[in-house]
């Protein structure tokens, strides 16, 4: 016996995750089934000198176990009167292995009766491999348990309630609960198992513990893992460079200037995470998975490029479903959610059909959101000549109309702290003022970095969703993403699980986290109203919004102008651009904000720009309450 404890690979699974050897059966007491304040002892046959096991003898009765009972009755338990090693001792159990069987059965026979009495307590599971301690204890729960009792249930509840399903990183475990769940035809665990199996597919498939997997579950699990590579591939290939041959044809007829622009982006972001990764690719040296795109780098991207996206989407800009028009100059493709008047030019529409021929290719939907907030256009003009004595002449002006309109079009006020904090989002708002600002349309630069965020953000889409319902995910670097489409293999025509969806990712799930950031908002400075998702924020007075620090800081990027008559007009940074602009001012009449000529008639202009400015009425308050000066005043004109 001895010898083949010691030739023999036996291992603890503790619920943890984790799976270490173990050799305590060979031990005199098992620390994990020894209590203290037991009154039975359990041995491993009567050549056993000492007992295995100290437990209470109310265990075996609550068990209701008629083999058990019986076995005391016929003397098989019998309580030691002369038993001196304790006084407190009433019963000793001898559990003898069947007769006839060999060295590896008797072994077997131990550890299953060791599990037994785990799964009474609640303690780890040991054994060969996972499935065969699954499948023995299983056996003897028929065979100990009383015939009503539903013993497959039972074996799930312990595998939940100890943590057992926890498959993460555990190639052998993971097969071993794929195989036991498809002969129990238990659902939850089989997609447990399944999706780490996917994941794990190049360690699985070496191990022999694959070969208790089913024929038809190894052949799911081989096209699961294709599919799965398949995606990654093709994000690597775009990520390695955030190059997307979609944007990429679209700017044929674009200038020089504006191609650069996407060029400078791109090469911005490969060099930010150069500097976060030390290269980009990421070089892994592992020739047997030349992948290099992981869960956890695709997760690390995810949450950067959707910082980028809460600063510069705009919220109230969603796609018209509703327009069927075939004409696409007729056709509007996008609306807007506060009812005013929105129009696409001719860069619009590229920018859009480069998103819709996106997501054609990678049968994706759209993203709710799919416009950004565009500063007002500032034309490049022509490259002043390099003085011999001078350099090149700045123009200092253009430069600070350029910084202040990528400021204003942005949604740091409503930002979280997490997404304000975010180090791309960061880096890239220092990078958009300093690229080229004297040389190139701030508007068109803006488009066509959303360019290529959009891109970003529907590729990683396909990948940074989990699949839903899963118990454990842990800190494992493999995707847990695969299909799941006509599975369970015994339950093919039923769909019972719910794929991982694009649907789940965070773009899609921004405007519902918006609605309910502003309704805590609201809650948390006592207004008793709390405005609807559909109120535009220009309809809300600033005395009813609770402080922040966002909206604090952003009093500095904010513009009055006080007519004639003493009545000051107040912009927030949604009223600057050219696009909110155009929905929320008539076009004969423009604000001297935008310096732009006004009407003369100046009561008229205050009529008009009352009725869209309904927070003009909490400007007094607002000057007393952040400042004790007054704002400068200047003419209208």
Known sequence: MKGLEQAVSIKLWAGDGTSAPWGKLKQVRDPELWDENGDTLVFFGHKRADPSFKIRSNLLHDSKSDVLIQMMRDGRIKTRQADKQATSIRYSLCMEAPSGGSRIDVLRY??????FFAFMLRKPLVGFTFYQALVDLQDRLEYYLATTTDHVSALKSYLVNLGLVNVCNEPRAAAGLLAWSEDVRWNEGWREAFVHSVGMYERISQLQESADISLATNAHLQRAHLELQARVQEAEVVLSKFYFDDAHFAQEDLSPSVRATSDRFRKFLRQFYEKEYQSWPIRKGQQSNPLWLDRAIVSRLQDDFSALYEYFVNRNVVWNDEDDTEDRRARNWLKSTNNLNFGLDGEDYRMLGVFR??????????????????PNSVPAVPAAKKSKFRGKKIDKPRESRVAHGYAISSNLHQLSRKHAKNGLAQ?????????????????????ERWIIIY?????????????????FKGNVSYFLNASLHGLPPWNPTEQIFMDATREQSHCWLAPEIWEEEQYDRWASSGTKSIPSSGRSESSATYDSRPLSPESESMISTMATTVDSSGVATFYNHESLSELETTETHPRHIKS?????????????????????FTARSAVPSLISRYSSKPLPMRPPG
């Open 592 to 612: 001297a904000y935008l310096d732009s000529p006004c009407d003369p008639d100046l009561d008229t202009v205050q009529q008009r720009e009352d009725t869209y």
């Open 427 to 447: 880096a890239f708002i220092h990078f958009e003022k300093a690229d080229n600002p004297g040389e190139v349309d701030p508007r068109e630069a803006r488009r």
């Open 357 to 374: 021929n996106l997501e054609s290719r990678l049968i994706a939907s759209h993203i709710p959101h799919p416009y950004p907030l565009l």
């Open 455 to 471: 891109c970003v953000l529907q590729t990683l889409a396909g990948l940074s969703v989990d699949v839903p319902s899963l118990s």
């Open 110 to 115: 131990h550890i299953t009766t060791r599990n």
